[in-house]
């Protein structure tokens, strides 16, 4: 089953159990999806579908710091719950070594070796981790700090 399928299911799911916030994180999926399709013109495949909902999710993580630097911890919270349901969908997180593997060779292949070949590296290093739910913050972190060292 496609994500998009899963997502409907679910949605379908939450609005007969009557699950406010998840039939509101649903919905909002659900929309972000439906647009990418008309952006596309075509199906969603589900690595757009993944690409999609780790959008999804960086968004309240951003929106999180943003809440608790204004104070508002009932509005952090709320996000908080909204992110878990969207990670629901995603897969596992990449893990250190995962990461600090694919950045060793992501340098090695593109022969990067200053901090001007950081773009060089990150590409192959995003390339690598693909398949895997891996922060693009975490790893241009771990790409410079190789690239300095």
């Keep these: 089953m496609s994500i998009v399928e899963q997502v409907e299911k679910d949605l379908v799911a939450a609005l007969r159990a009557q699950e406010a916030l998840e039939l509101s994180v649903l919905r909002m999926m659900k929309a972000a999806l439906m647009n990418k399709k008309v952006e596309h013109g ?3 495949d589900d690595t757009q579908a993944l690409a999609v909902l780790r959008t999804l999710a960086k968004q309240r993580h951003e929106s999180v710091e943003a809440f608790r630097k204004g104070g508002r911890e009932d509005l952090a919270a709320k996000e908080e719950a909204e992110v878990k349901i969207v990670e629901a969908y995603l ?21 990067a070796s200053t901090a001007k070949d950081v773009g060089k590296a990150m590409k ?13 913050k975490r790893v241009s972190e771990k790409v410079r700090a190789k690239l300095s060292a």
């Design 42 to 44: 075509k199906d969603v």
């Design 91 to 111: 897969p596992a997180a990449a893990s250190e070594e995962d990461i600090n593997a694919a950045v060793l060779a992501a340098i090695a292949e593109s022969g």
């Design 124 to 136: 192959a290093a995003m390339a690598k981790l693909a398949g895997k739910n891996a922060d693009g």
